[in-house]
């Protein structure tokens, strides 16, 4: 595994450890700007894992269909990224 996927991994397991201690939070009925705090802690994880993976699909998938020679694929792989960045925005 390499460095990149070895970072992503490490915030997706801490945005899980988070999570479980966000639902503990709430089921205690712990204060609400406590669990927002954790909360958008989760968050920032998830987009940083987020910006690492397209990072890495950039680098990796997407110089592989550039260099491939196919239009067709080339235009897909565009269409995917434009697709996962829109959903990010919303």
Same mark, same amino acid.
Do not use: P, W
């Given at each position: 595994?390499?460095?990149?996927? @070895? =970072? ?7 945005? &899980?450890?988070? $999570?479980?201690? *966000?639902?503990?939070?709430? @089921? =205690? ?7 927002? &705090?954790?909360? $958008?802690?989760? *968050? ?47």
């Amino acid at each position: 595994m390499n460095i990149q996927k @070895e =970072k992503t991994l490490i915030n997706f397991k801490k945005a &899980q450890s988070l $999570l479980s201690t *966000i639902i503990e939070m709430v @089921e =205690k009925d712990q204060y609400c700007i406590d669990i927002m &705090q954790q909360n $958008l802690a989760a *968050i920032g994880l998830l987009k940083s894992a987020n910006r690492m993976l397209m990072e890495g699909h950039l680098n990796d998938c997407f110089k592989k269909a550039l260099s491939s020679g196919s239009e067709k694929r080339k235009k897909e792989m565009i269409q995917e990224i434009l697709r996962v960045s829109r959903l990010s925005d919303k």
